[in-house]
């Protein structure tokens, strides 16, 4: 299913201020980070090269439902209220046998997981049949929720799994391009919140003009170069989000043209929390456009500039504006704060 290369990500803790910093520079207008030499967006290379998700291939798309009960009853056998769509995370993990497993006083990191490995393979069925497929179906869906499309909260919700009913399908899927229009929308949802959530090794690694390297050790970026270098309208199910490399094509080891900065057109789609949802979507017809775009590998992405001198003007200019509005801001609510005192 190729899932495998982002298990070979080695360990590293969170960098809360690290995270916090970038989280302040995204420009959700761009849907790309502002930096002092300008803007610039992580890419569907940096998410092959880094993470090795495949990045090609069919969109993650299809049907959500208002209900999941039946569905998860049969695929994970786990018990879940009848008009509810989440799992109980502690019941997901116990049984993977991931809960009762918790890391002793005095064991080390690596003696931790070894002994979480036996735990896991004493639980989980060791031949081919039901079974295992059972519990192939909790992992996935604890991996995709948990971890590749994290959110807050501690339920995990089953709106990915229809796609993975039919096991065969799976390694598929696009699940990278799916990831990174999640990472953009957790940045987006973090305005209004003081958090990001999503996964935190992906922001803690640099991107970079690949310019030169080649695919030695990384043998999917072959199928996934035609897509590398366009702007092109990523999917998440519910999710459709524009990566607008234009904006950006710093990240792309490109000469910045000129570029105006208006609000982007945002694809309206229903909320991550389905609350009101009460009919099932079909997502190949309501982003059919998106999804059209999507197959057709968006527009690539050229620069004919011969310097960034304009663009920095512009940039300048923009940054300049949004200094100035955010000041008036200030002092209008200063203003409206005395005139509440008074």
């Given at each position: 299913?190729?899932?495998?290369?982002?298990?070979?990500?080695?360990?590293?803790?969170?960098?809360?201020?690290?995270?916090?910093?970038?989280?302040?520079?995204?420009?959700?207008?761009?849907?790309?980070?502002?930096?002092?030499?300008?803007?610039?967006?992580?890419?569907?290379?940096?998410?092959?090269?880094?993470?090795?998700?495949?990045?090609?291939?069919?969109?993650?798309?299809?049907?959500?439902?208002p209900c999941y009960h039946d569905l998860a009853e049969r695929l994970l056998?786990?018990?879940?209220?009848?008009?509810?769509?989440?799992?109980?995370?502690?019941?997901?993990?116990?049984?993977?046998?991931?809960?009762?497993?918790?890391?002793?006083?005095?064991?080390?990191?690596?003696?931790?997981?070894?002994?979480?490995?036996?735990?896991?393979?004493?639980?989980?069925?060791?031949?081919?049949?039901?079974?295992?497929?059972?519990?192939?179906?909790?992992?996935?869906?604890?991996?995709?929720?948990?971890?590749?499309?994290?959110?807050?909260?501690?339920?995990?919700?089953?709106?990915?799994?229809?796609?993975?009913?039919?096991?065969?399908?799976?390694?598929?899927?696009?699940?990278?391009?799916a990831f990174l229009a999640h990472q953009f929308d957790s940045l987006d949802?973090?305005?209004?919140?003081?958090?990001?959530?999503?996964?935190?090794?992906?922001?803690?690694?640099?991107?970079?003009?690949?310019?030169?390297?080649?695919?030695?050790?990384?043998?999917?970026?072959?199928?996934?170069?035609?897509?590398?270098?366009?702007?092109?309208?990523?999917?998440?199910?519910?999710?459709?989000?524009?990566?607008?490399?234009?904006?950006?094509?710093?990240?792309?080891?490109?000469?910045?043209?000129?570029?105006?900065?208006?609000?982007?057109?945002?694809?309206?789609?229903?909320?991550?929390?389905?609350?009101?949802?009460?009919?099932?979507?079909?997502?190949?017809?309501?982003?059919?456009?998106?999804?059209?775009?999507?197959?057709?590998?968006?527009?690539?992405?050229?620069?004919?500039?011969?310097?960034?001198?304009?663009?920095?003007?512009?940039?300048?200019?923009?940054?300049?504006?949004?200094?100035?509005?955010?000041?008036?801001?200030?002092?209008?609510?200063?203003?409206?704060?005395?005139?509440?005192?008074?």
């Open positions: 299913m190729e899932f495998w290369e982002i298990f070979r990500i080695e360990r590293m803790r969170v960098d809360s201020a690290l995270t916090q910093a970038l989280w302040s520079r995204w420009d959700a207008e761009a849907m790309a980070f502002v930096f002092p030499w300008g803007h610039m967006i992580p890419s569907l290379e940096d998410v092959s090269r880094i993470t090795g998700l495949r990045v090609y291939g069919k969109p993650v798309s299809g049907f959500t439902y056998e786990l018990p879940i209220e009848r008009r509810s769509s989440l799992v109980p995370r502690v019941a997901l993990q116990a049984s993977l046998g991931l809960y009762e497993a918790g890391k002793s006083a005095g064991e080390s990191e690596d003696e931790y997981l070894e002994r979480l490995v036996r735990v896991s393979r004493r639980e989980l069925a060791s031949e081919p049949g039901a079974e295992a497929d059972m519990d192939l179906h909790r992992f996935l869906i604890l991996l995709l929720r948990r971890l590749l499309f994290a959110t807050r909260g501690d339920a995990v919700h089953c709106h990915f799994l229809p796609l993975l009913e039919d096991l065969s399908e799976v390694g598929g899927y696009a699940w990278g391009a949802a973090s305005e209004r919140q003081n958090s990001t959530s999503g996964f935190f090794p992906f922001l803690q690694v640099v991107w970079q003009p690949y310019l030169g390297e080649g695919d030695e050790g990384q043998p999917w970026l072959v199928q996934a170069r035609p897509y590398f270098g366009r702007s092109v309208w990523l999917h998440a199910l519910n999710l459709a989000l524009p990566l607008h490399l234009y904006h950006s094509q710093r990240s792309l080891g490109l000469r910045q043209s000129v570029v105006e900065f208006p609000v982007c057109d945002r694809f309206r789609r229903l909320g991550r929390s389905f609350q009101g949802l009460h009919d099932t979507t079909d997502w190949h017809e309501r982003a059919k456009e998106q999804i059209d775009n999507w197959e057709r590998r968006g527009k690539a992405v050229k620069s004919d500039a011969t310097t960034d001198d304009a663009y920095l003007q512009a940039y300048a200019f923009e940054v300049d504006v949004a200094g100035e509005i955010a000041s008036l801001r200030a002092l209008l609510y200063s203003v409206v704060q005395n005139r509440e005192v008074a």
